[in-house]
């Protein structure tokens, strides 16, 4: 039973020094966590987008008639459907927020 224990804390000390005590630079703010985010976004979309792609028909007269397939026939269609739409606008936001942010701040001084 004390061997599980020894082992526990060295576990623990491990994991702590990787998360807990992990050096960062001086320099690091909440900004630079929007670069992660838009990844995952990015990601996001490029997933949603290749399960759209296979139920749309590029074509003048069935494209309607595919989105109404997408949202009524096909299983969570609607989701994917408006997670891709609002998956576009988060990316955008996560992408240029940082870049604005640092312009408003050097108007405002």
């Known amino acids: 039973m004390f061997g599980y224990k020894v082992h526990d804390e060295a576990l623990w000390s491990n994991l702590r020094s990787h998360i807990v005590s992990y050096p960062t630079p001086v320099n690091l703010n909440y900004l630079w966590s929007f670069g992660s985010l838009s990844g995952i976004f990015l990601g996001s979309q490029i997933l949603t987008g290749v399960f759209l792609a296979m139920h749309y028909t590029p074509n003048v007269f069935y494209a309607f008639n595919s989105i109404e397939h997408i949202m009524r026939d096909v299983s969570h269609g609607w989701l ?30």
Not at 80 to 108: T, V
Request: charged share 5%.
């Open 80 to 109: 994917i459907r408006y997670l891709h739409s609002n998956g576009a606008s988060f990316f955008f936001f996560f992408f240029f927020f940082p870049y604005c942010s640092w312009n408003l701040l050097w108007l405002i001084c």
